[in-house]
């Protein structure tokens, strides 16, 4: 890395993040007027608008004055991402009670959010990081000995991310215990199993990932395995917690099981759904906090700090840190007994960022030629179907009025594409002025 490669890193980040923005910020303003107007959506929305200016006026970087000068907007904004979950978390928690049950628009328009938010949050530390190792030369020096391009560490252990999210768990969850009662904490046995399918070391599995984005994901799932099989076994006499490690040519793979009880029908039916979970009130705990830390020992420090209460968020963040890359997560669950969840991830590093958009809805992938009228077929009055469904693909800014179901599959948020049309959030005058 040198500094002509960094400045050229610096304009397509820049240009990059401002796109990204434009798009979440169409997304807003597509919201149904009263959700749009609820004061912690719109919250938010000035912090996306406050970025996006904030982007669009800075110039073009010509040297490394210019690019230390990005690198600080690109912490501040960084920082101030921390305030964007909570506030939205509440927002569409305030919001559901206008959806019907069968209306899942809230839930895709909170996953397109958190996506987007992890793609720009690995642009920004990624340029930093790709920075701070040209201040200091480390690449000419180490030639990237250290393992790390950026934020990417090419050489990450399976055995040592699970002891570290197993550490991160008996850590918090002993604080929290010791503060309750003053007693020996006697956590449940985590066994962690490596499965060697290459000929490589037994007792590991090397790949390439971003580590701090793995051990969310193993944290989340071992701090649930954890907590239920404390909270089913009150008699500290704990079945162990078993971690089974895998790997093929292509992924690496993770079992986490516990005996903590499982799940009700209801209970996992409701499992990614934000929309149906809120209107139980799941997500009220997120009333006691302003902002949600960035690392994982942050977010490990407020688990401790809030005690027995949860977020809940976790788990559907841990499905799309793992999606992120292309890898996946499943959760199967046996009521009265226990749950194993499925963690795959890609392990070669090649695979390009997932942000869940469908090519054959998205279109900038429509084939033009198609869309030419066809020789001798009525135009004009007659509309034709994909004309009457694109009307049709909107938020519904009334939904518990009439019985009229809305045919929205994809969200599009291309700003090549129309418009959608009704009373929507961009016409409040609170956000024109």
Not at 158 to 170: E, F, G, P, T
Not at 286 to 301: C, L, Q, Y
Request: hydrophobic share 35%; net charge neutral; with cysteine.
């Amino acid at each position: 890395m040198n500094m002509e490669r960094l400045v050229t890193s610096a304009n397509w980040v820049r240009n990059e993040l401002l796109i990204r923005l434009a798009h979440r910020i169409r997304d807003f303003q597509q919201l149904p007027f009263i959700v749009g107007t609820n004061p912690h959506i719109e919250y938010v929305y000035q912090l996306y608008w406050g970025a996006f200016e904030s982007f669009r006026k800075f110039p073009p970087i010509q040297k490394e004055s210019d690019n230390m000068k990005f690198c600080e907007l690109l912490r501040d904004l960084l920082e101030d991402g921390q305030l964007v979950l909570p506030r939205l978390a509440r927002g569409l928690s305030e919001s559901t009670a206008y959806y019907p049950p069968d209306q899942n628009d809230l839930d895709l328009f909170l996953n397109r959010m958190l996506r987007s938010r992890i793609s720009r949050r690995v642009l920004a530390e990624q340029h930093l990081a790709l920075t701070e190792a040209c201040e200091h030369q480390w690449d000419q020096t180490l030639g990237y000995g250290d393992g790390y391009v950026g934020i990417i560490f090419v050489h990450c252990s399976a055995q040592q991310i699970v002891n570290r999210a197993k550490s991160l768990v008996y850590q918090h969850i002993e604080r929290y215990n010791e503060e309750m009662t003053n007693e020996k904490f006697l956590p449940p046995e985590i066994e962690v199993t490596i499965h060697q399918n290459r000929q490589e070391n037994k007792n590991e599995i090397l790949f390439a990932y971003v580590p701090e984005q793995l051990e969310h994901i193993l944290y989340e799932l071992l701090d649930n395995a954890v907590r239920f099989t404390m909270k089913k076994y009150s008699n500290a006499n704990y079945p162990p917690i078993k971690v089974t490690v895998s790997a093929n040519d292509s992924d690496v793979y993770f079992r986490i099981s516990d005996q903590g009880g499982g799940m009700t029908k209801d209970r996992y039916e409701r499992l990614w759904s934000y929309q149906a979970r809120a209107q139980l009130g799941d997500f009220s705990d997120f009333k006691a906090i302003d902002k949600i830390p960035a690392s994982i020992d942050g977010r490990a420090n407020l688990a401790s700090q809030m005690g027995s209460r949860h977020l809940g968020i976790g788990l559907t963040m841990s499905r799309i840190y793992a999606e992120y890359w292309g890898g996946e997560l499943q959760v199967i669950t046996m009521d009265g007994h226990g749950t194993d969840a499925y963690v795959r991830i890609p392990r070669l590093g090649t695979n390009t960022e997932n942000l869940g958009i469908n090519p054959q809805n998205h279109p900038v992938f429509l084939d033009k030629k198609k869309s030419k009228p066809i020789p001798g077929k009525k135009t004009g009055k007659h509309k034709s179907k994909d004309s009457e469904q694109t009307q049709e693909i909107r938020l519904q800014s009334d939904p518990l009025h009439g019985t009229h179901k809305s045919q929205q599959q994809h969200l599009d948020t291309s700003l090549t594409s129309k418009s959608f049309t009704g009373s929507s959030w961009s016409e409040s005058h609170i956000i024109q002025s």
